[in-house]
């Protein structure tokens, strides 16, 4: 098991920023790949975000593509989302998830074995 718990979800204008925050547990956290995702009510969970476990690679979706920066500190244990020119649309829950198998890539929620328990996103118009 890798605990992850997300943070730095909240209210925002649109236009604006967030970072978010995954800190994961465990002393393996810095071997797994690590990606964001998010869902909203009715809708199916939707990748966002995803980089490899030395930080070299990083993928993206394209709705979130030169909008949303995925990076990771292995030293803390911490994975990070900066979220900039938020729209009312990027309002959802958003959750971090960890593979141990590398693929950052992987748009597919079934191929990502750990989830953290989500954060708001709430993007006011």
């Known amino acids: 098991q890798v605990p992850l718990v997300e943070s730095g979800g909240g209210l925002v204008q649109a236009g604006g920023s967030l970072r978010l925050s995954c800190a994961a547990s465990g002393r393996t956290f810095s071997t797994y790949a690590m990606g964001w995702f998010r869902q909203t009510p009715g809708k199916e969970r939707e990748f966002l975000a995803g980089i490899s476990w030395s930080g070299a690679a990083t993928y993206y979706a394209n709705s979130v593509k030169g909008r949303f920066t995925i990076s990771r500190d292995n030293a803390k244990n911490t994975v990070y989302l900066q979220m900039n020119s938020l729209k009312p649309e990027d309002t959802a829950v958003y959750y971090c998830?960890?593979?141990?198998?590398?693929?950052?890539?992987?748009?597919?929620?079934?191929?990502?074995?750990?989830w953290g328990q989500g954060t708001q996103v709430t993007v006011s118009s």
């Open positions: 998830a960890a593979d141990p198998e590398g693929k950052y890539y992987s748009t597919r929620t079934y191929e990502w074995e750990y």
